[in-house]
């Protein structure tokens, strides 16, 4: 049996996916994200890295919505997202990452000026709270990724941490 405290971690998670508060999440909610990201970092959206995000935006929205959306109405609603979440994450944390790894991707290289593939703390930072994580938190986190100490984060940092974010376990 998942438990209550369980579920409740699991709908927190849902809120930073529902960009708009509107109790859904649907594309909007990602194109959304990647137009913010866009504006934050002054990135044009008919450039390679802007073209680049709006896909990943849609590749992250196509497998939310094939993993948790019951219904077929192209909305996945919090209940959806719960019961996706504890049924089909918990049960393949590998899942989360491979649907996220497009848009993160992309939105690492958004924050990459140098496209060196590493990506300041503080840009890091950026990112997250234009995802709607609180700046306190967002600052923590990204120093958290930064695991050599260096002051950057890579893909390899981000991709596990989020998906370990986004399935957690009982």
Do not use: C
């Not at 997250?128 to 100490?149: K, S, Y």
């Amino acid at each position: 049996m998942v438990s209550t405290e369980y579920e409740r971690r699991i709908a927190a998670r849902f809120a930073t996916l529902d960009q708009d508060g509107n109790g859904y999440i649907d594309r909007e909610d990602f194109s959304a994200a990647a137009k913010a990201l866009l504006a934050e970092f002054a990135v044009p959206a008919r450039s390679a890295k802007g073209q680049g995000l709006y896909a990943g935006a849609e590749a992250f929205w196509q497998g939310m919505a094939g993993m948790a959306d019951r219904d077929g109405d192209q909305r996945v609603t919090r209940e959806e997202f719960i019961s996706g979440a504890v049924k089909r994450l918990r049960d393949n944390p590998d899942r989360f990452a491979e649907i996220a790894r497009p848009f993160l991707h992309a939105a690492l290289a958004v924050a990459d000026e140098d496209a060196d593939g590493r990506v300041t703390v503080e840009d890091t930072a950026r990112v997250l709270r234009v995802l709607h994580v609180p700046q306190g938190a967002a600052r923590a986190a990204a120093e958290a990724l930064d695991g050599d100490g260096d002051g950057t984060v890579t893909e390899a940092d981000l991709i596990p941490a989020i998906a370990g974010y986004f399935t957690i376990t009982e």
